[in-house]
């Protein structure tokens, strides 16, 4: 007869200390007169992570011995239970792997879909990517249809073990034991990840007596809605109720928003009213024409103040340009308030409107230079200073690709050719080489030191050449198109994103690094690798961009969750760990890769498909066709040595006072006078009478600041 764990069970009465688990392994096979091989037991009490001083064991060790025992009498020599059977039926992993695929398959397949569903909610995913179980409410999963007959075929079968009123995985080892749920964790790692945190938020939330401040709120909102949507029951009553609370809190404010915004239209309304009787006035006599100008004025200056304030979030350019014409007609609180408020935010210098929309850009590591490419100009460069000028237009080919580092511009166009360019100084550049592809290119990359450049055509073919020689250093064919790849500053390795999601390769033999990476709901949409090499980030449609480790043992990638929509750009700080990402939601973030947090969102009119960053620099291109350079960080205070509790501004708009919890007062020279020098010296392309009265029809043109 075998040495079954319900012998084990039965003499233990509870849990056991090593000493107790060993007399209870012996005895039974004692009795059914059987011998064990000499180190058996210890092998068995290894697997089991059983040391010998500990005083005792978890209530899942003892199933598990059950399931070992089993599989051993089952390959027994005689009436010896020996190692070598032991390892013929593998062992405690090979055991409850065994018994937990035979449970799986006598279930129906709703049931099999139930308990990928159960099992997954007993899963727990660490802040290093390690994958331990956790218990979770049994009333919550029996609230889940068709869960009783499978939570008690799992438990019959002491793989979950059912106790006060939880449910948890009988013990460690069946994580990475069965590949079947190990296949279920990988491939739902981030929905793991999004549910931990929003049970972690809904129990802080509870903890905190409800607290409407924890309520959760933007992308991580949007996040978590759609996750909960496509997971109704998963999270458990607190966090579904946490959920509903927080999406009824964000549509009260969107709702109040509204309605500020409604009445800012009606106080709009009510001055262009005010601007209408002012110029009336104007003309009733000729006595009172300076008193009725000057009305005009501040009606104008409110007006245009109000329209600045409205369009501060859509297009920041636009709206501190507006601010400076407000105080130019007439030096209103309004005004002066539009102008101070833009000391907060990045200045946007604004390049003259493209013809064509911008199919390329990139600036030099330097940030001095930027390189724009459409089709109807070809490749410009710029000196990105406070006014971009025209120093140099580069060929005529249709461009589909750039890239800059040091000294060279790569170019790749949609004749399969990749051009090789050292502009030198920007007034005289020269063309060093060209390489010739099948197809258009898609994509090219060069690294930090400008010495090995990689490029990708729309047949699969991915090449890395020598971009000083000229010489081809390695090539290979995809599977599909790589619409986006990337090269370490060092130059050791090439990354490319495609419909295959993203892959890793040595840059010298374009042998895999690591490999196809990603889950199997992750589609790509950029790819990039940070200054020390050492970070992978990919953008994804599903609004999160993932951070990889190029070096070490594999793991799982981290998420940056932050924007509302598709993620269309990702791209490094050539100097730093910063991540640069765009996305459909007409929002630029700028991730610190040490903290994991973004900048404050750098909005636009329109989509962002063009992205580049260098020191104190950020260049865009929307749909719009127009070119932005976003200079940062915004200019701040600072003095005050514990956090600022109030501020106010002098009547005039000159002097700001703060008050801080380290007991001091604080006066600030803040004249609008030097902020608006600072808006005038940074607009680059200054707002034209035509887009003026997009914002303004009716209000007389008045150029923001004098040329």
Known sequence: MPVSGADVLRRAGGSLRPAELRQAIVEP??????????????????????RTDDRSCTAGTL???????????????????????????????????????????????????TAERLLLQ?????????????????AELLRQPGARPVLEAFARARLITLTEGWAELAHEVLLPAWPRLTAWVDGNRAGLRIRQRLTGAAQAWHDEDRDPALL????????????????????????????????????????????????????????????????????VAAQQRIAAQHETALARSRLIAAQAHLLREADPSAAMQLAVSARRYADTPQARGAIISSSGVPLATRLPPFAAPVAALALRPDGRILATADAERGIRLWAASARPVLPATLGGWDVAALAYA????????????????????????????????????????????????????????????????????????????????ALSPDGQLVAASGAWRVRVWKAGTLAPSSGLIGGSSFEATGVSISADGRLLAAGGTDHATRLWRTTGARAPAEMLIGHG??????????????????STDRSVLLWDTGTRQHSAPLYH???????????????????????????????????????????AYRRDGHVLATTSDDDTIRLWDIAPDKEQNRICTHTGAVLDPGEWHQYLPGVPYLRPCRP
Do not use: K
């Open 29 to 50: 096979a004692t009795e059914a007169g059987l011998t064990l091989e000499n180190g058996l037991i210890e092998v068995v009490l290894r697997d089991l992570g059983v």
């Open 406 to 485: 040091q000294d060279v511009l790569v170019v790749g166009d949609e004749g399969g050719a990749v051009h090789v360019w050292r502009p030198g100084t920007p007034g005289s550049p020269a063309a060093v080489m060209r390489h010739r592809h099948a197809g258009a290119i898609v994509s090219v990359a060069v690294d930090g030191r400008g010495s090995r450049l990689a490029s990708a055509d729309e047949s699969g073919a991915l090449v890395v050449h020598d971009a000083r020689s000229g010489e081809r250093i390695a090539a290979t064919r995809l599977p599909s198109v790589a619409e986006h790849i």
């Open 63 to 113: 199933p598990l011995l059950s399931h070992s025992l089993r599989t051993t009498w089952q390959h027994r020599s005689g009436e010896v239970l020996t190692l070598a059977g032991y390892e013929r039926s593998g062992g405690v992993q090979g055991a409850v792997a065994a018994t937990a695929e035979r449970t799986w398959q006598r279930l129906t397949p709703e049931q099999q879909a």
């Open 605 to 647: 009119p329109q989509t962002v498909d063009q992205l580049a960053v260098a020191p104190g620099l950020v260049a865009t291109a929307a749909t719009d066709q127009i070119v932005r350079l976003w200079h940062l960080p915004p200019p701040v205070v600072t003095g005050h040595t514990g956090n600022v509790q109030a501020a």
């Open 122 to 138: 007993m899963v727990r995913i660490g802040d290093g990517g390690e994958v331990a179980r956790r218990p979770a409410e049994l």
């Open 216 to 283: 959760c709120r933007g992308g991580q909102l949007a996040v978590a809605g759609e996750w909960m949507a496509a997971h109704p029951g998963q999270a458990g009553e607190l966090a579904a109720e946490f959920l509903r609370r927080s999406q009824e809190a964000a549509g009260a404010e969107r709702r109040r928003e509204r309605e500020r915004a409604r009445r800012l239209r009606y106080g709009v309304a009510a001055l262009s009213v005010l601007l209408v009787l002012a110029l009336v006035a104007g003309g």
């Open 565 to 582: 929509e598709s993620v269309t750009t990702t791209v490094f700080s050539p100097h730093d760990a910063t991540v640069a990402t765009a």
